[in-house]
């Protein structure tokens, strides 16, 4: 870091805000496989959350839209699920498709089929259960370790 104000490029938690947090943690969790101690804090008001265990110490959280809305103090807003999208890389074109046929399994949206890119990849979409976009592709310029 450079100054006492300057921000590390990294970020440790992404939180998805959910409409039904057992829903979106079997989505998670059973379908599609991700590593959890399961939905903790529920002996709180507005602390019901479960985290995922990704690469490299970073998680995954879901949390109640309702219970974030109360922590962050603002409004509850009517989801969209064009404000972000979550890319998951891979590391050949058979993977993308193979994520896509977990996804789907799990009871994702597929909203776009898995396809050459205009940029020289491999990609496709679907949307979890709360309709948040997830982008699985393969790009041979940016493959992950």
């Known amino acids: 870091m450079n100054n006492w104000y300057d921000m ?3 970020f440790t938690v992404l939180t998805l805000g959910v409409d039904d947090l057992e829903k979106s943690f079997k989505f998670y969790s059973d ?6 101690q399961g939905i903790i804090g529920k002996e709180f008001e ?5 985290f995922f265990d990704l690469k490299h110490g970073m998680k995954l ?3 109640s839209r309702k219970d974030l809305a109360w922590d962050a103090n603002v409004n509850k807003a009517d989801p969209s699920p064009t404000e972000f999208s979550i890319g998951y890389n ?3 074109k058979h993977e993308v498709d193979d994520v896509m046929a977990l996804a789907k ?3 994702a949206n597929i909203t776009k089929t898995a396809q050459e890119t205009f ?3 491999y990609a496709g979409y679907f949307q979890d259960p709360d309709g948040h976009l997830w ?3 393969w790009n041979p310029k940016l493959l992950p370790e």
């Open 8 to 10: 590390e490029a990294r």
């Open 31 to 36: 379908g599609l496989g991700l590593p959890s």
């Open 46 to 50: 507005h602390g019901a959350v479960a």
């Open 61 to 63: 959280a879901i949390w």
């Open 90 to 92: 891979v590391r050949g």
């Open 105 to 107: 399994k799990a009871g």
């Open 119 to 121: 940029w020289g990849g």
């Open 135 to 137: 982008e699985v592709l």
